[in-house]
């Protein structure tokens, strides 16, 4: 990986930031980097700007990269060693104990020092992404520089250098494209889970933040903070969940200079496409443009890609393939057109079944969420004895003068949803909530995650 970045580039924490061009002769490796040359390398540090600063001289030097989040349970930190085979660990002061001491390790730092010897690349590095299926259990995904970097091959470098922030973590794969954009265009600034949210926009805005990226969730929570005022983005990008309706409007309105869009991308199957029309889902006319880099079409109402940025493959004994033998992957989320343009049903495990008919949250939840004072919903399901299980919504109102009662918000929720759904899809309740549980990586906890 390109060590100096564009002129003037940066990266930047919570605390300290780093020009790129500093990183050509210097290390925050300890001047152990020689010591990785060829490994497998478990990546557990927990500070992100630690973190980048480890990907950018590791890559290149290092046989294999594993990224892992800081959130990675350590009951599955030895299933991960064995798994990607890793010899060394890279850890920072602030990683936990038991991930210091699951591996012989090199202690990295933010603080750099001069490189002892001229950076050599040796071999292409193997990126190692973890994503985990229902079971919570990591599935260990296999991508290289060049799979992950697909997406901006054939872009050209911006006319000035653009300076990107993300609520992601960069070891995950949507805050991972967010940093190597970073590198490509120009600048970084780095989130800290600990920081509060105004603390983190007045940060990125001071820092000159132009392009900013993050889950539906995460910006649902910008909007109910009553500070997205502080930031002032020419660029906002959502991915990761369903975008609906209401949080793209919602985004609109909070920032009418920004170019709003919503992305799709997996860890297995990379960034497929883009929208910046600013409606929900995408156009069909998508799945027409046959033989361009990336192809996308819908067998079994599931939405399957075929991408340069697809990963190469699962690590691991008797895990299935990634790919089908066409090389499309199967993404699992449901999809359904209406009036040309395919619109995002939800995962096809997400299921909720009602007396044999099929319910998917994310559809209600975008009935929802389009109330003009709902800001997020979670539906799920309750047990019925007649029916096995009925459809429930808890709902998060806007925080705002003149609000009505929260039973009149409900009772119009319904009225709407009875308008829009068939009956089995119709929430049987709907409770007004104060907040929704949201993971760490950016996304609604929904039940049985």
């Known amino acids: 990986m390109q060590a ?96 210091r001491s699951a591996l012989p390790g090199i202690a990295a730092s933010a603080t750099l020092a001069p490189l002892p010897a001229p950076r050599r690349a040796s071999e292409p590095t193997e990126w190692v992404l973890l994503t985990s299926g229902t079971t919570g259990t990591p599935k260990l995904v296999l991508h290289t520089l060049a799979s992950l970097t697909s997406a901006l091959a ?25 940093f190597l954009r970073g590198l490509h265009a120009g600048s970084l600034v780095l989130s800290d889970p600990a920081e509060p949210l105004g603390d983190f926009l007045a940060r990125a805005a001071a820092a000159g933040v132009t392009h900013i990226s993050g ?29 609906d309706q209401g949080v793209l409007d919602g985004l609109a309105a909070a920032y009418p200079q920004a170019s709003v869009a919503h992305a799709f991308a ?17 156009p069909a006319a998508l799945l027409q443009a046959a033989g361009g880099r990336t192809e996308l079409r819908v067998a079994q109402e599931t939405l399957q890609i075929r991408s340069p940025g ?44 009602v007396g044999g008919l099929k319910v998917h949250p994310e559809e209600v939840e975008a009935v929802i969420n389009a109330h003009p004072w709902v800001r997020m919903s979670l539906v799920k399901a309750r047990r019925s004895p007649i029916t096995g299980a009925v459809v429930t919504a808890d709902v998060v109102l806007k925080d705002s003068a003149g609000a009505p009662a929260p039973e009149v918000v409900a009772r119009e929720l319904g009225e709407r949803c009875r308008g829009a759904l068939a009956a089995h899809k119709v929430p049987a309740k709907f409770r007004i909530v104060t907040a929704l549980e949201v993971s760490a990586a950016g996304k609604l906890v929904r039940p049985g995650e």
């Open 154 to 178: 054939a872009a050209p470098p911006p006319p000035q250098p653009i300076t990107w922030s993300t609520f992601y973590d960069i070891r995950r794969y949507g805050g991972l494209q967010i």
């Open 215 to 243: 889950t539906p969730s995460h910006w649902r929570k910008v909007l109910m903070s009553g500070q997205s005022g502080r930031l002032s983005p020419r660029y906002v990008r959502l991915s990761g969940e369903i975008a």
């Open 266 to 282: 997996s860890t297995e199957a990379g960034v497929a496409f883009e929208v910046r029309d600013g409606r929900a889902g995408f």
């Open 4 to 99: 100096h970045g564009p002129r003037g580039g940066r990266l930047a924490g919570r605390t300290a930031g780093v020009p790129l061009a500093q990183l050509a002769g210097s290390t925050g490796l300890g001047g152990q980097l020689e010591a990785l040359r060829g490994r497998s390398v478990l990546l557990v540090t927990a500070e992100q700007l630690t973190a980048a600063l480890a990907l950018i001289e590791l890559d290149g030097v290092a046989r294999r990269m594993v990224l892992c989040p800081p959130d990675l349970a350590a009951a599955h930190l030895p299933h991960v060693i064995a798994t990607a085979g890793a010899e060394l660990a890279v850890y920072d002061a602030a990683s936990p104990e038991q991930a």
């Open 310 to 353: 697809t990963a190469l493959r699962y690590l691991g004994e008797s895990v299935e393939p990634l790919r089908g033998s066409d090389g499309f992957v199967d993404t699992g989320d449901r999809v359904e057109e209406r009036d040309g343009r395919y619109y995002f049903l939800g995962r096809r495990g997400g299921v909720i079944n």
